[in-house]
């Protein structure tokens, strides 16, 4: 186990600030908002263009001491608003650096936790990243569901600079990305994984790439009922 977790949460565009201030008041340092769009887990809405929404992704690392404190308050500010709001969920961190200072699993950060259960009651779940390049986030989120999972993320992102990439001008050529985010039952994880793997999109190197990570605890935000 890590000294450290990273909390996601996934909320509609303009939420963001409801999550962020109850995890200031949980004892959270601050953390990162972006935008993204989220793919509805109907095929026949995104099919049609109704499925797509706009989302907000808040990032927070916290401390395993803190994150429970974190994590509850989030789902509790969340409880008033409408079923299926989003969705928060809590992974392993192996470091952090900070002001030139690294923490890691050495025991610097002097905490120790057993491992977790899920808030939702569910089985293991897997958080899948895909980053590929721009257009083709749609194409991968098919094949996904295809392969048994619901719905997904996608956020704008932006390839880096070799000293070997193409140029124009003298300037690099930086390929825009799509990054897109799912959380799979453990069970189907291999199954979304090579069915992504095996898309014409990314048959060329380069061209994206894919990796999952076990999530810790996961909770649907917004009213049960």
Known sequence: MGSFKLILV???HGKSE????????AGSF??????GRGISPNPVLSALGFGDSTRDLVIILATEKDYRPIFGSV????????KAFGHIIALDADGMTK???????DGTGGFNMEHTQETSGQGSLSLITVVLNKGYADDAMAAARKAGAGGGTVINARGTAREDDAKFFGVHIVPEKEMLMIVVPQEKRDAVLEAIRTLP???????????SAPVGDFSQLGKTS
């Open 75 to 82: 789902v509790a500010a969340c409880q008033k608003e409408r």
């Open 30 to 35: 601050g953390g990162t908002v972006t935008m």
């Open 18 to 25: 409801l999550v962020s201030k109850a995890a200031v008041q």
């Open 201 to 211: 999109c990314l048959t060329e190197p380069g061209s994206g790439i894919a990796f």
């Open 99 to 105: 002001s030139g200072a690294a923490f890691g699993t």
């Open 10 to 12: 996934n909320v509609p």
